[in-house]
């Protein structure tokens, strides 16, 4: 299994970043997929979750900014993150969850986002 995320950088607050993670190895279509993020010297969280069936969950400090989204047919995962604050500044990980609990299965290696104020 291989999830190759991309698109991270250093943006200023205010600005926006797509993240895409490329995902082998795993029936995607039929797999909940999601991203978390582990700011420095902090837990790793659940940003935001793509069902199979097509419902979406965010966590509270990203909703309404943050968009996650997903092509079957390029196996691809994305994250579109709008109006960026310096709080936002971690490590990416797409992962695929193992279903109804959420919880991660299988990681990338993470693709680092910073944003300055």
């Known amino acids: 299994v291989q999830l190759v995320e991309s698109g991270g950088g250093l943006v200023q607050a205010g600005g926006s970043l797509r993240l895409s993670c490329v995902v082998s190895g795993i029936t995607f279509s039929i797999r909940d997929m999601g991203w978390h993020r582990q700011p420095p010297g902090k837990k790793r969280e659940l940003v935001a979750a793509s069902r199979s069936g097509g419902t979406t969950y965010y966590g509270d400090s990203v909703k309404d900014r943050f968009t996650i989204s997903r092509d079957n047919d390029k196996t691809t995962l994305y994250l579109q993150m709008n109006n960026l604050k310096p709080e936002d500044s971690a490590m990416y990980y797409c992962?695929?969850?193992?279903?109804?609990?959420?919880?991660?299965?299988?990681w990338g290696q993470g693709t680092q986002v910073t944003v300055s104020s």
């Open positions: 992962v695929a969850l193992r279903g109804v609990s959420l919880d991660p299965q299988y």
